[in-house]
């Protein structure tokens, strides 16, 4: 596996094939956040290529053996942040945050969002966050 750069000087969590830990997580979210956290669930899922998985500080990680931690879901009491952990390399990236960069999500019709579905992409195929 390639070298990954690390985001900070915070140990990354442990990273595991299992996506039981990542549907746990999903069925505690809010009910009135769980089914954006349930579709941005599969969306990240659907471009990881040998996934990994892991929850730590309360947070959803996603990633994958070849480049690391890519994205981590956060679900708060109105909104689901999606964090690119890579997020100052991608194309015209989110506003919101510095080397990594964040959206907030309020309701499930913002998933339709074309930039949501290309960042997510980008994000899932290049070097990210290292374990």
Sequence with gaps: MKE???LSSKKPPAP???HGL???WIANVRPTLNPIVSDLDKLIRAQL???RYSIKWGKAYYGSSKWGWCIELVA???SVNIVFLNGQ???NPP???G???YIKIKGIEELQSSKIHAWIKQSCNMSGWAW
């Design 16 to 18: 595991e094939e299992n």
């Design 49 to 51: 290529v040998d996934p």
């Design 95 to 97: 506003a919101l945050g």
């Design 76 to 78: 708060y009491d109105v």
């Design 4 to 6: 990954h750069k690390p």
């Design 89 to 91: 390399l991608l194309e």
């Design 99 to 101: 080397q990594t960069r």
């Design 22 to 24: 990542i549907k746990d």
